[in-house]
């Protein structure tokens, strides 16, 4: 994958092309393509939401530079927090269309 400048690491709102729900979707800056519920959590709350497939990432929002993951969360910070999305069990596995975005 091209390397990106870091100010050109955004993450995205958008829907999940699968199930339709509200997530937010990084590509870069991480060692993961993060696909995350866009509901914020307290760090606590979203340390509690975790296992071993599912992290909780923080999150920065500015009205400048938007929205953007910086890390695996995983000490006390002060930034709200979003954890992996994961379709609701029996959601259809269907293949990203060729050509989009992501
Ligand atoms: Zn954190
Ligand atoms: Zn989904």
Redesign the pocket.
């Given at each position: 994958m091209a390397w990106k400048p870091e100010a050109t690491i955004r993450a995205i709102a958008q829907e999940?092309?699968?199930?339709?729900?509200p997530?937010i979707h990084q590509r870069h800056g991480l060692p993961l393509v993060v696909?995350a519920d866009a509901e914020r959590y307290p760090p606590e709350q979203a340390a509690g939401l975790t296992g071993p497939n599912r992290l909780a990432w923080c999150l920065r929002e500015s009205p400048w530079t938007g929205l953007r993951l910086t890390e695996v969360h995983h000490r006390a910070c002060v930034f709200s927090h979003v954890v992996d999305?994961?379709?609701?069990p029996g959601?259809p596995l269907t293949p990203k269309p060729k050509g989009a975005l992501w």
């Open positions: 999940c092309p699968r199930c339709g729900a997530v696909t999305h994961c379709c609701p959601t």
